[in-house]
């Protein structure tokens, strides 16, 4: 398990509670208002091209290192004129995914791997594909019906190896982001 400093675990949580309590409080349509750190992080560009890091691009590290919990985000959700509306839908959904991940029952519910339509596909998402019981094929393919834009990073697929995904999924992702390597070793990390 990895340790963390003090500094960075009181600003972890700031964030968390921040972005938690901002999600809960409005409606969805609706932009979250960010202050402070967090309006930094959020406010933060990504240097790469969208469609080779498309996570990174909207959410511009506001996730840290690691991205969070999201891995593909719908083209549409990348459009410069409303990136910061776009970024605060994606801090929600990854809290979201954080504190109410998705279950079997939303996988029998969906008709593609974006279990709640959300225009986000995050990891609990792909762990509830696999713990239905779908092949790994059909993981990746609902991954793909999506036509969202994916990015891994190297916590990332280890999160989803750690959760039993197989590398025929996590390959079929990055087969999906467009390139055979993981983002970190894109950037050699």
């Given amino acids: 398990m990895p340790r963390w400093n003090p500094a960075s675990l009181a600003l972890c949580t700031a964030l968390a509670a921040g972005f938690s ?3 809960e409080s ?3 349509e609706e932009g979250i208002l960010l202050t402070g750190m967090g309006a930094k992080l959020a406010a933060a560009e990504a240097a790469t091209p969208e469609t080779s890091r498309p996570v990174s691009a909207l959410l511009g ?4 290192f690691g991205g969070g919990y999201i891995v593909g985000v719908r083209a549409d959700r990348l459009d410069q004129q409303s990136r910061s509306v776009q970024r605060a839908a994606a801090l929600c959904a990854n809290d979201r995914a954080e504190r109410n991940p998705a279950d079997v029952e939303d996988v029998r519910a969906a008709p ?3 279990l709640n339509a959300d225009g986000f ?3 609990d998402e792909i762990i509830a594909l696999e713990q239905a019981g779908l092949s790994d094929e059909q993981e990746v393919e609902r991954l793909g019906a999506t036509g ?3 990015e891994l990073s ?3 697929e ?3 190896e750690d959760r039993g995904i197989s590398l025929t999924v996590v390959d079929g992702i990055r087969r999906l982001s467009g390139g055979a390597k993981s983002h970190s070793d894109s950037v050699g990390i």
């Fill in 21 to 23: 309590a901002g999600c």
């Fill in 26 to 28: 409005l409606p969805a």
């Fill in 61 to 64: 590290g506001a996730l840290g």
């Fill in 112 to 114: 593609s791997a974006d």
């Fill in 121 to 123: 596909i995050t990891v």
């Fill in 148 to 150: 969202y834009l994916f």
């Fill in 154 to 156: 190297q916590q990332q």
């Fill in 158 to 160: 280890r999160y989803l």
